[in-house]
């Protein structure tokens, strides 16, 4: 696959996967949202349906926009190294925009929230109790369960041929199970991204990005997407 093309179409449907989900903490958490107080179901459902915007979109590159993902799919020896980096590429760069779009859609709502860890929560995840090793198992079980079942249900492919609709509920699923700890980041890019752009961004009254913390959504997902992958060969049927 030509790697400009797949750097597009990660970049694309990564922007929509975070737009979406940030999006929706955004209308749920800050202040004078007409969502405000909607709940963490709602994140979840909202994260789910922003993955299947944003595999929809990425058809064409497979649909990864997750690093974990991606690796499981470079372990099976579906994708080279090169694809690979080009791959992660494309998503950092799309969770970045993705991010950006938040701020600039609910600029005002930033400026008239007071709180600024809410501020940073609708950038990137954090942890209900601060407990490094627990809060990294919590990252690799949740990635493993997504990683995993993606693989089963594709035979070792990626998502966009499974179909966006079931990884949507997927991760509905996971959000609803374990999602309480950490907020299930589940996704390097995810993270990292958006963490980047709350650091850069003028948002007023934001406070630190909490770069402490940062290494866990992205070490945790990377090994629980390894992870999968490598049981799945002794487990599932992967071609």
């Not at 064409?60 to 190294?81: D, Y």
């Not at 627990?134 to 035979?155: D, H, K, M, Q, R």
């Amino acid at each position: 696959m030509n790697p400009g093309l797949i750097f597009l179409s990660e970049s694309v449907g990564t922007t929509f996967l975070t737009l979406l989900g940030c999006g929706v903490v955004a209308n749920v958490a800050l202040a004078k949202s007409k969502g405000q107080g909607a709940g963490f179901l709602a994140i979840t459902i909202g994260w789910g349906f922003a993955v299947m915007a944003g595999v929809t979109v990425a058809y064409s590159s497979g649909g990864h926009l997750n690093p974990a993902v991606s690796l499981a799919v470079l372990l099976l020896g579906k994708i080279t190294v090169t694809q690979f980096l080009v791959y992660i590429a494309g998503q950092f760069v799309g969770a970045f925009i993705g991010a950006t779009l938040v701020w600039v859609t609910y600029r005002r709502h930033f400026d008239a929230e007071p709180d600024a860890a809410t501020k940073l929560g609708v950038f990137s995840t954090g942890p209900a109790i601060r407990s490094f090793g627990s809060n990294l198992a919590t990252e690799i079980v949740g990635t493993f369960v997504l990683v995993f079942v993606i693989l089963a249900f594709t035979n070792g492919s990626t998502p966009a041929e499974l179909g966006a609709l079931p990884v949507a509920f997927l991760v509905i699923g996971i959000g609803i199970s374990l999602g309480g700890p950490t907020g299930y980041a589940i996704n390097p890019a995810r993270d990292l991204g958006p963490r980047i752009a709350h650091a850069l961004l003028p948002i007023k009254g934001k406070g630190p990005s909490d770069w402490s913390y940062s290494w866990v959504p992205v070490v945790g997902p990377l090994i629980g997407g390894a992870l999968a992958a490598g049981l799945s060969v002794i487990l599932l049927p992967v071609a």
